[in-house]
C-alpha cells in the first residue's frame, strides 16, 4: 500500500491571463524537500533562475518533464475578474481559497513570492486563517526559492490549459502526485509549441474556481 500524501508546505506564485487571475500553489512532504530543492534549481541555465513564461520551448518542455517526475502536487485557484472585479479583489479571493484548502488539508507552512509589498497579503491571511490547524507563512523572493520556480511554471502552463470563470466554487483531490512515475516521467511532445501537461502532471491539479 502507497504511503498516504502529506504535505507541509506548500509555495506559491500567481499569473493573470487576460480576465483570469490564477494561483497555483504547489504541495510537498517536507522529507523531499532537501532533494528537490537542488533538482529543480538545476533546470537553471547558467545558474540563473526558471521564469517559465521567459523560457524557450525546449527549455519549457524540460522543465514540465522534470516537474511530472517529482513527489509534488498542487492546486490551482482561479478568479474570473468579471464585471469590475478588481485585481486586489481576484488576488484577495483566491488567497483566501488558498488559506482555507491548506489548513483543511493541515498544511504548516505557506510561502508566497513576494511582490515587494507584501503588507495587504498579510493583513488578508491574518484575518482569514482559522486558529487551526497551524500555518504559518512568508513571502520570499522568487530568485531564492527553486520551489516557487516550480509555481511559476505551472501557473504559466495552467493560464493557457484552464478555462471557465467563477461561476462555482468547487475543489477536488488529486486522484495521483507527480512521483507516480518517478522512474519513467511522461514527456512532452515535441514541435514549435510546448504541448499538453504531461498527463501525470495534469491528473495531479486540482482546479478550483473562486466567485
Not at 497555483?24 to 517559465?52: K, Q
Not at 503588507?119 to 486563517?129: A, F, N, T
Request: hydrophobic content about 35%; charged content about 25%.
Amino acid at each position: 500500500m502507497s504511503r498516504r500524501f502529506r504535505p507541509t508546505d506548500a509555495f506559491v506564485d500567481e499569473s493573470i491571463r487576460g480576465q483570469r487571475y490564477l494561483m497555483d500553489c504547489v504541495l510537498i512532504e517536507a522529507r523531499h524537500l532537501a532533494d528537490v530543492r537542488p533538482a529543480v534549481a538545476a533546470l537553471g541555465i547558467d545558474g540563473t533562475r526558471v521564469h517559465f513564461n521567459n523560457e524557450s520551448n525546449r527549455q519549457k518542455t524540460r522543465v514540465l518533464s522534470t516537474i511530472a517526475s517529482m513527489p509534488l502536487r498542487a492546486i490551482v485557484t482561479i478568479c474570473y475578474r468579471d464585471h469590475g472585479v478588481t485585481e486586489y479583489r481576484a488576488r484577495a479571493d483566491c488567497l483566501t481559497a488558498l488559506v482555507t484548502e491548506l489548513q483543511q488539508r493541515a498544511v504548516g507552512r505557506l510561502v508566497i513570492e513576494s511582490r515587494q509589498d507584501d503588507h495587504e497579503d498579510e493583513l488578508l491571511i491574518r484575518r482569514v486563517r482559522a486558529n487551526g490547524p497551524q500555518l504559518v507563512f512568508e513571502h520570499r523572493l522568487g530568485v531564492g526559492e527553486p520551489l516557487l520556480w516550480v509555481a511559476d511554471a505551472l501557473t504559466g502552463r495552467s493560464a493557457r490549459t484552464t478555462g471557465g470563470g467563477c461561476k462555482s466554487t468547487s475543489s477536488s483531490t488529486p486522484s495521483s502526485n507527480f512521483g507516480r512515475n518517478a522512474q519513467n516521467p511522461v514527456p512532452l511532445p515535441s514541435g514549435r509549441q510546448p504541448g499538453p501537461l504531461p498527463r501525470a502532471l495534469a491528473r495531479s491539479i486540482s482546479s478550483m474556481h473562486v466567485v
